[in-house]
């Protein structure tokens, strides 16, 4: 019997940080516990992301328990991956898609499988004796620039912002840890200037911990950062210590049957909400725009672009970490960034399939949380795994939030004088 031999697998319902059932997924070996991983959660999804199966149950958690992806776990995917080698990740995952066999891995649960798939990382690392970003890369070392997600807005709030996440990036840290701090100290100059127009109440938190104030449109949000920027003694600009980011999420303000968005009561065409974020970046430094269009709209992707060549255009509800819709999107030139979410695709080999094929295609990969994140920091371990340069996680503040920061620190530490804090150069780290 080879000592990584799987003997078991469990799995349970817990909660996250919404407070809804999610998947923690338990992988045995040698009749140890070796990994152990929760599913995140997304609520300002894709159209295109693999099933996430709950039970539809109205009289437990309104239909969201995830017993069934539980019991999916335990009986069908334990039974087909007993005895299997637990360094075997890709043949475990593709054993789980097969059994599975659709296509959006609705029999199962997507919830179910990325559950297990995380475990088994975790277990082969536990066999390995080295940490999870060592296992599935010897040559991880760069550490992410975290997009700090300032203010919330979209369906992570309930303020009427329509763009869901203005951002700072602390692109002229010295390390992480100095990102940090840099990012405290802005937010807490951003605190004051908050509580200066709109009182105490304005300062309550989304669910990515930035505060969900009752600005509107796409400017005061922008004025608001720049002087929290400057308030906290930092200057933004490309070569300076912050840039800033956006994630429009703008599927969720298109109205698909009059293909318009509507900002701050006003109607754009395509063509004028390009044009307007286009003097948004002739104002202010974007270093990179998530979503800035409805999720089907792959030309209009790649017309973004041609218009900001300066910015990283990330594709989140586009692409949903497929390498499928990411082959469309390189094709027709949309977007040149992918944001990397394991539980869109719901597996690690086939996230890491998308990120491989970005690379190949001179996309950037941004690893990123979910809003519905519990406090298990594993993409902390993956942004590292792919020496991708740029994570999205949240302010620091609440546990799920700072589980990922805090784990970041340890890796830090941990790589020493090997460890490279990607920077200026988040799009393509040295
Ligand atoms: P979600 O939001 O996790 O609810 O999808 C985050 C995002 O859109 O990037
Ligand atoms: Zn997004």
């Given at each position: 019997m080879s000592s990584r031999q799987i003997t078991d697998i469990k799995a349970r319902e817990i909660l996250d940080c919404r407070g809804w059932p999610t998947v923690q997924a338990d992988v045995y070996v040698g009749g140890q516990l070796c990994g152990r991983a929760d599913v995140p959660a997304g609520?300002?999804?894709?159209?295109?992301?693999?099933h996430v199966l709950t039970?539809?149950?109205?009289?437990?958690?309104r239909g969201l328990g995830v017993k069934k992806a539980v019991a999916n776990v335990c009986g069908p995917i334990r039974d087909a991956l007993l005895?299997?080698?637990?360094?075997a990740q890709r043949k475990i995952d593709f054993t789980m898609i097969e059994l599975d066999g659709t296509a959006n891995k609705s029999k199962l649960g997507a919830n179910a499988i990325l559950g297990v798939s995380l475990a088994v990382a975790r277990a082969g690392a536990a066999c390995a004796g080295v940490p999870l970003y060592q296992y599935l890369n010897p040559c991880s070392h760069v550490l992410p620039v975290p997009l700090m997600n300032f203010l919330n807005g979209g369906?992570?709030?309930?303020?009427?912002?329509?763009?869901q996440e203005f951002i700072i990036m602390p692109?002229?840290?010295?390390?992480y840890a100095h990102a940090l701090q840099m990012t405290t100290e802005i937010n807490e100059c951003l605190r004051g200037l908050v509580i200066d127009k709109y009182?105490?109440?304005?300062t309550n938190t989304g669910d990515e911990g930035g505060f969900a104030t009752p600005m509107r449109g796409i400017w005061e949000p922008f004025e608001f950062l720049q002087r929290a920027v400057e308030k906290a003694g930092y200057k933004s600009g490309f070569g300076e210590d912050v840039v800033y980011a956006l994630d429009c999420a703008a599927t969720h303000w298109?109205?698909?049957?009059?293909?318009l968005y509507t900002l701050d009561g006003k109607q754009y065409e395509r063509d004028a909400l390009i044009d307007l974020y286009r003097q948004v970046a002739g104002k202010y430094p974007l270093g990179s725009m998530e979503?800035?269009?409805?999720?089907?709209d792959f030309d209009g992707f790649a017309k973004v672009v041609k218009v900001l060549p300066e910015t990283q255009i990330v594709g989140d509800d586009l692409f949903v970490t497929n390498v499928d819709r990411l082959r469309i999107g390189v094709r027709r030139g949309a977007a040149n960034a992918m944001l990397f979410k394991v539980?869109?695709?719901?597996s690690l080999s086939q996230a890491f399939d998308a990120a491989e094929f970005a690379y190949r295609n001179g996309y950037g990969v941004q690893v990123s949380e979910r809003s519905?994140?519990?406090?298990?920091?594993?993409i902390s371990d993956l942004v590292v795994t792919l020496n991708s340069?740029?994570?999205?996680?949240?302010?620091?503040?609440?546990g799920e939030r700072t589980s990922k920061h805090n784990r970041l620190l340890q890796i830090e530490g941990e790589l020493g004088s090997v460890a490279t804090y990607a920077g200026h150069a988040f799009r393509r780290p040295r």
């Open positions: 609520r300002s999804t894709g159209a295109h992301e693999a039970d539809g149950d109205p009289k437990r958690y005895g299997m080698d637990a360094a369906k992570l709030t309930a303020n009427d912002l329509e763009i692109v002229g840290a010295e390390n009182g105490i109440l304005a298109h109205d698909k049957t009059t293909g979503d800035p269009l409805d999720e089907e539980n869109q695709i719901g519905g994140e519990t406090e298990d920091a594993l340069g740029q994570i999205k996680t949240g302010m620091p503040i609440r």
